[in-house]
Nanobody
Framework: QVQLVESGGGLVQPGGSLRLSCAAS????????MGWYRRAPGKERDLVAT???????NYAESVKDRFTISRDNAKNTVYLQMNNLKPEDTAVYYC??????????????WGQGTQVTVSS
């Protein structure tokens, strides 16, 4: 089992910035990916950004010029720097951890979520 704890959410005005953090503990696999997903009001949960333990990143089109995902492997922590926030970024942001098995299969783990609200 992997435990994930998110922090850094809050209320910010349009154009502002927030930095989300997610620390992982438990059954950590050396081959893994961490990421952020979000669920906006009335919407399904969508990808925001992911980063592999090898450094490869993936971003949703709506955020890739404004958000930056990074990780500290020594701390098993992933960060999401969010700049130029827009009202449509308002959502509950969920940290994701993916453990890859040597067989090629994987298991997902999820944090409890942290609220990001962008409003004047």
């Amino acid at each position: 089992q992997v435990q994930l704890v998110e922090s850094g959410g809050g209320l910010v005005q349009p154009g502002g910035s927030l930095r989300l953090s997610c620390a992982a503990s438990g059954s950590i696999f050396s081959a893994n990916a961490m990421g952020w997903y979000r669920r906006a009001p009335g919407k399904e949960r969508d990808l925001v950004a992911t980063i592999h333990s090898g450094g490869n990143t993936n971003y949703a089109e709506s955020v890739k010029d404004r958000f930056t995902i990074s990780r500290d492997n020594a701390k098993n922590t992933v960060y999401l720097q969010m700049n130029n926030l827009k009202p449509e970024d308002t959502a509950v942001y969920y940290c994701n951890w993916r453990n890859f098995y040597s067989s090629g299969s994987y298991v997902n783990y999820w944090g409890q979520g942290t609220q990001v609200t962008v409003s004047s």
